[in-house]
Structures are given as structure tokens and as C-alpha cells.
């Protein structure tokens, strides 16, 4: 049995909702509903009564789900013990970091905050969104940074986590210009001739925010997908090269476009994300004294100037 599936079975029990509990444990719901049965089969008997709406729990559920309520709280506890008997020994902050954000912000920001902070001590692990986003709800990392979009929201259960915003990125359509310094590629693009599109990859993040934003820009927009990868550096080289159109955060083209290298591809595109830190919640009664929390603190002061 493993721990994440009484963490998946506790939020079922709270929001009554598999679509929803799915949601906020950035899962599929048929993921999440093959968790909930691998728990069943763990427990050899039905712990959700599926013959009602919203979702109620089996008798042998409800006992589950106190029991269960207990168990996660003491391994909390003896985690925030854990962490703290570390600290002494190692005082480097854990981040989980989408790749561009990675590559772009993380750098110049930590830089930034040296003068308030001093040197801080750092291990990042750069992923896509989703894997960043586990990693924290995990246990797995201090602090994530990353990417939000009203589109795209990260469900992340306000109650247990919290959140500090860091600053914006532009995300906009960049192109290859010509000899002339004019893109070599003109958004809106025709039906008869639509632009080649340099994507990001089914699933990333910043792939569902521009589609999104796509779909509802005041006019019709004309692509043809010949490309994706999953990472922006990708589709920056490849629109460099002059494939196509890419919608890059320009915080990761300033140089492209400060030597002409790159142009944008239209206007009336570009849309504007936030960047956030999240963290979980202190648990009643710690006290603790972890890097994270020093640093967490500190951070707090800093943007309240």
C-alpha cells in the first residue's frame, strides 16, 4: 500500500468528486479512480458506494477514512521531525523549476535576492509543470516556482499550500527575420496559407496556455503544427533557424531580438502569465527552523518593501 493512495482517498472523502480530487492531486481521473481501487483491493472490500451523487463512502470507508486521517498526520509529523533533525546538517533549499523558468528566471532572480537573503544554499530539479508540481505535493521539494495562467490554474489545495507572486513573463510569436529585419513569417497567417507552427509538445504547460489563447484571440489564426518539443529552448532554435513561428517568454529571447535575430510574428498575441513560489503549509505546533523557512520568511519581508 502506498501512502499517496490514502492521501488520494482522503481528499475523495472531503470533495465527494473524483473528477475534482483528480484535479487537485494532478492526476487523470482514470488514474485516480485506478488508485482508489488498487487501495480497495489493498483493503479487500468496497470503500465508495459508486451507486450514488456525489461520491459517499461504504461504512468500511468511513472507518478508513479516520484511521487514515490519523496515519498521514503522524507522518507528517515525523517528517517535519525528520527535516528538522537534518537542517543542522544540510541547509540547502530543495526548488522545483520548469525547464524555461529554469533557464530564465531562476538564475537572475536568486542574484537579486543575495543582498537581502545572503548566499543561499540551493539544489534545483528542472522539470515540466506537472512533475514540478508533483514533486512538491510529494515531499519531494521545498519550494516550487512556477508559471500561472487564469486558463491553466495549478490546483493546488489552498488549505495545505501557499503562494507568493515573483513577477510576470510575456509569452508572444516570434519568428526568423529576413534581410530586411521583417519576419520572415506574418501571423494572422490565410487558410490557404497557414503559418508553420513551431509547438510545444501535447500536455506542457505552456503548450495548453497558448492554445488557449489562441482559440480566443479576436481574430482566426492560421497554423499548421510542424513541429513540437516540450521545451522552449527547442522551439527557440528552431525558429532561429527559420522553421517557423514559436511562442517563446521573451525574458528568454531579449538577445534575439536586441540583435535582430528574431522578430515577432504579429501583434495582438501576446499574453501575460504570473510567476509564483509555493510551498506547504507549516503544520500546527512546528517549529522548526529548516533553510526553506528562513528563506521563506525572508522572501515574505522582501516583497512586502
Keep these: 500500500m502506498e501512502t499517496k493512495w490514502l492521501e488520494d482517498f482522503v481528499s475523495l472523502a472531503e470533495t465527494r468528486s473524483f473528477s475534482r480530487s483528480a484535479q487537485l492531486r494532478h492526476v487523470t481521473q482514470p488514474a485516480f ?16 458506494d459508486r451507486s450514488s451523487y456525489p461520491t459517499r463512502l461504504t461504512p468500511a470507508g468511513q472507518m478508513l ?37 529554469a533557464f ?17 544554499k540551493s539544489r534545483l530539479t528542472a522539470l515540466n509543470v506537472h512533475d514540478a508540481v508533483l514533486r512538491l505535493v510529494e515531499g519531494h521539494a521545498d519550494l516550487l516556482i512556477a508559471y500561472h495562467h487564469a486558463s491553466q490554474p495549478i490546483q493546488l489545495d489552498s488549505t495545505r499550500y501557499e503562494m507568493m507572486p515573483l513577477g510576470q513573463e510575456v ?11 521583417q519576419p520572415l513569417f ?6 490557404k496559407h497557414p503559418v508553420p507552427y513551431l509547438a510545444y509538445a501535447p500536455g506542457a504547460y505552456l503548450g495548453r496556455v497558448v492554445e488557449s489563447a489562441v482559440k480566443q484571440a479576436g481574430q482566426a489564426v492560421h497554423l499548421e503544427r510542424v513541429y513540437e518539443t516540450d521545451m522552449a529552448e527547442g522551439l527557440k532554435a528552431m525558429a532561429r533557424e527559420g522553421h517557423g513561428v514559436a511562442f517563446l517568454p521573451l525574458s528568454a529571447v ?38 526553506a523557512r528562513r528563506f521563506w520568511d525572508k522572501l515574505a519581508e522582501t516583497l512586502k518593501r
Excluded: N
Excluded at 506574418?186 to 487558410?191: E, T, W
Design 104 to 120: 530564465t528566471f531562476f538564475p537572475t532572480w536568486l542574484s537579486g535576492l543575495r543582498s537581502d537573503c545572503g548566499v543561499i
Design 65 to 101: 477514512y479516520e484511521q487514515a486521517l490519523d496515519m498521514l498526520q503522524a507522518l507528517q509529523s515525523t517528517r517535519a521531525m525528520l527535516r528538522a533533525h537534518s537542517t543542522a546538517a544540510d541547509d540547502t533549499i530543495e526548488f522545483a523549476v520548469p525547464h524555461t523558468l
Design 186 to 191: 506574418r501571423l494572422p497567417g490565410a487558410p
Design 33 to 48: 479512480s485506478r488508485r482508489i481501487q488498487s487501495l480497495e483491493g489493498w483493503a479487500g472490500t468496497d470503500l465508495v
Design 254 to 291: 531579449t538577445g534575439d531580438i536586441r540583435s535582430g535575430t528574431l522578430v515577432k510574428a504579429g501583434e495582438g498575441l501576446d499574453l501575460t502569465l504570473d510567476i509564483r513560489i509555493y510551498r506547504e503549509r507549516p503544520q500546527p505546533g512546528d517549529v522548526s527552523e529548516s533553510a
Design 171 to 181: 509569452v508572444a510569436p516570434c519568428v526568423r527575420a529576413d534581410a530586411a529585419g
